[in-house]
């Protein structure tokens, strides 16, 4: 299933993790490697992350471990659907939605 992943880092972390050896790139990096997001941004004046991935279970609790161990919060995953594939998956569901109504 597509993602959309969202994670704030909180300040005191963020902080901590700038001045670590190597800083957060190469946590960030794992990451972009590890779940190749097909879209990925970082939120300019602050340190969140917007990331869409297809994942399946194992992966959303590996990121939730890596995001909340490396950076102290927590990843919300918010399910997606690709705008051109809406129509179509609307209209099958509505039908159903239709039966139970």
């Not at 299933?1 to 902080?15: H, K, Q, S, T, W």
């Amino acid at each position: 299933m597509r993602y959309l992943v969202y994670f704030e880092i909180p300040a005191d972390e963020g902080n901590r993790l700038d001045f670590e050896e190597g800083g957060p790139g190469p946590i960030l990096g794992h990451v972009m490697d590890r779940f190749a997001p097909e879209a990925s941004y970082t939120q300019a004046g602050m340190r969140a992350v917007f990331m869409v991935a297809d994942l399946d279970e194992a992966q959303m609790t590996e990121l939730m471990l890596i995001v909340s161990k490396k950076f102290g919060t927590y990843p919300e995953f918010t399910p997606v659907i690709l705008g051109a594939a809406t129509p179509e998956i609307a209209a099958k569901a509505i039908e159903e939605a239709k039966k139970a109504l």
